[in-house]
């Protein structure tokens, strides 16, 4: 069993990331596996090393420990441009110059994640990829060549719950989804995450349910790239006092900041509701 724990160095981490990084390495505990870490830092224009170091530091104070070397996604952009590559070759991606402006005045209408992509650029093929572009996966010629149907395997409830993706959500909800982004080029979010799951050999992925409506594309691009299936947990999130999720963006109060008060990674569990530690 092998699962890992993927955080963006995009921020400094937060209860909620706490929270996600020990219910990973409870898991791993209980199962008798291992839990990687992993940097998912190839938004360039947001990932910051200081944030990065920041990461291990506060790991590490939780009493967490994980294999070496870690897997820096930013050191790894052609492993991401060789399953580009492989798409293209295929026929299942195409390059797209569209602006959020223009996909708001092609009339896009809102799906999963923002706009669903309207297509505008599906026509062109790759080898008229112009410096900047984006990369698209076009998904309607994505399940044409998939002839098995697209299924994922949830274990949060205890049992094992098995979760048949519609097409129709894939096509109608999510769209042709980027995988190259535009103007910096770097991949995106799914393609590094799902390449690299299925490089480091994770069986579980174990993360919030805020990733939850991403997995149904994840597994698309796992089915189309035959690469192995992850069993899922997703676990649920910790609020604040009101019941609001405690998010990078409320500016939730830092790990470190506890830490600094004199706070226990004991403390840490109390604070997220899990049980001490047990060594
Ligand atoms: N890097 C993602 C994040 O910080 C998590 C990826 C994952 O666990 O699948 O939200």
Partial sequence: MITRFAPSPTGPLHLGHAYSALTVWDIAAK?????????????STRARTEFEQAIYDDLRWLGL???????????????????????AKRQLVFPCSCTRRDIQDAGAVPGVEGLVYPGTCRHRPMNDAQPGDAVRLNISATLQQLDQP????????GASIRHDIDPDHLFTDIGDTVLIRKNTGDPAYHLACVHDDALQGVTHVVRGMDLWAQT????????????????????????????????????????????AE????????????????SC
């Avoid at 697209?150 to 409830?157: A, G, K, V, W, Y």
């Avoid at 910790?238 to 963006?249: S, W």
């Fill in 262 to 277: 004199g706070a226990t990674p004991d403390d840490i569990r109390r604070l997220v509701g899990l049980p001490p530690s």
């Fill in 65 to 87: 420990d994980w294999p070496l070397p870690v897997r820096r996604q930013s050191d790894h952009t052609p492993d991401y441009n060789r399953v580009i590559e492989q798409l």
């Fill in 216 to 259: 149904p594309f994840q597994v698309l691009l796992q089915s189309i790239m035959r690469w192995p299936m992850q069993q899922y947990h997703h676990h649920p999130l910790i609020t604040d006092g009101n019941g609001k999720r405690l998010a990078k963006i409320d500016k939730s109060k830092a790990l470190s900041k506890y830490r």
């Fill in 31 to 43: 199962l008798g596996g291992t839990a990687l870490l992993r940097i998912e830092d190839t938004d």
């Fill in 150 to 157: 697209i299924t994922f395997t949830e274990l949060s409830s």
